[in-house]
């Protein structure tokens, strides 16, 4: 199911959420409650409610964007018109920013778009831009605080799916996206999940960046870091971006992932000496060689409910200790990814969804 709405609101005054309308999302309908409307599926309307406030909602099973409405062509200036994606609840703002190598929005702007409170709510403001040495596309990506991390794994499936809409793409199709990571991979493929060619993890200590010492070749495998008065087990993986990977402590080797106090233990890894880059950490519980469940607190963003790059860096993890195969389902909060460190070239290929929730615009 897919509901498509598009609201504008301006952001550079704090909405207060009693005076908008509150939209309940359903397969069959899309309920402004305030203003007492209700519309079937596939129907839209536009309403002009006080304050300002625009909102044109449309309720449909497919993934377009709406009928008769030509939304990403829209070129008003002073707005930014974007198309809210999720990977398993992983969310982003996607910015058609192919016509500049500038990202159309800064990162202070960034912070209050994705506030879930007074702006449009959002782990991340991700943006499509001009391809680069030879690249079809480059993506640039900041977190909800700000910050520029080098890639987003749930991200990219989501950028896959937002070029395919604005290139008019149909089908089984892949591309090249320069990252800060490097050269990424997407293919959509036809049932509509992306496949990912997410590149090599790095493993070296001082690349991940991570000063615990390496402890197997170069790399930090297993290795005691004392947090929050626990002495867990880390191996330290980079996907281009930092993660520290934990199954266990040093008094038990299983984690019962649910029970973690995330909002509590999760800053405390993110901001620990240990990691000059500071770092996403997943905590994991092994069900199986071949099945893992994980939550994740990531850097500049909180607990959110799915982490591609993390998946990949946990099973590298589990597969240098020795507690998974090199195939695994990784189950997050938001739903599970396939993911496959090839023994052939190294790389390792993720495989998810990405799916529209709702297109809309700001004025910046
Ligand atoms: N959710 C992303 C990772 C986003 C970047 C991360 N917060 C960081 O700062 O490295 C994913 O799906 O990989």
């Keep these: ?6 609201i504008t609101a301006p952001l550079t005054t704090p909405i207060r959420r009693r005076s908008l309308p509150s939209i309940r999302l359903s397969s069959s309908s899309v309920n402004l409650q305030s203003n007492n409307l209700k519309f079937g599926a596939g129907r839209a309307a536009a309403v002009h409610c006080p304050s300002k ?23 008003e200036s002073g707005f930014v018109h974007f198309v809210k994606y999720h990977g398993l609840g992983n969310d982003f703002i996607l910015v058609d920013n192919r016509d500049t190598t500038e990202p159309k929005v800064t990162p202070d702007q960034a912070v209050k778009m994705c506030d879930r409170n007074f702006g449009i709510g959002a782990d991340g403001v991700i ?24 890639m987003c794994g749930n991200g990219i499936r989501c950028l896959a799916k937002f070029i395919a809409e604005l290139e008019n793409f149909h089908g089984k199709k892949s591309f090249t996206v320069h990252t800060g990571a490097g050269l990424i991979v997407p293919e959509i493929q036809e049932d509509g999940k992306v496949r990912v060619d997410m590149g090599e993890p790095i493993l070296k200590a ?28 880390v191996t330290c993986v980079s996907m281009g971006n930092p993660h520290c990977v934990t ?39 092994v069900f199986s060689p071949t099945h893992l469940k994980m939550r994740v607190w990531e850097r500049g963003a909180g607990e959110t409910l799915a982490c591609g790059t993390g998946a990949c860096a946990v099973v ?15 189950d997050l909060p938001g739903g599970p990814l ?8 190294n790389h390792i290929y993720m495989t998810g969804p990405a799916e529209v929730v709702f297109y809309g615009s700001v004025p910046l």
Excluded at 209 to 223: E, G, H
Excluded at 338 to 345: H, L, M, T
Aim: hydrophobic share 40%; net charge negative.
């Design 127 to 150: 943006f499509a831009m001009p391809g680069v040495n030879g690249t079809d596309y480059t993506m640039r990506i900041f977190n909800s605080d700000g910050s520029e991390p080098e």
């Design 247 to 285: 199954l266990g402590t040093e008094q038990s080797q299983d984690l019962q992932v649910d029970e973690l106090k995330l909002a509590d233990i999760g800053p405390k890894f993110e901001h620990h000496e240990m990691f000059p880059a500071r770092t996403n950490t997943e905590f994991v519980q």
């Design 338 to 345: 396939n993911i496959e460190w090839s023994e052939k070239d």
């Design 206 to 233: 001082s690349d991940v960046p991570t000063k615990l010492p390496p402890n197997r070749d170069q790399s930090v495998v297993k290795a005691r870091l004392d947090v929050d008065g626990r002495a867990w087990n």
């Design 316 to 330: 590298v993890a589990a597969v240098l200790e020795g507690r998974a195969a090199r195939s695994c389902t990784v």
């Design 53 to 75: 406030l625009r909102i044109f909602a449309v309720s449909s099973m497919k993934t377009e964007a709406p009928e008769g409405i030509s939304f990403l062509d829209r070129k």
């Design 1 to 6: 199911m897919a509901i498509a709405a598009v």
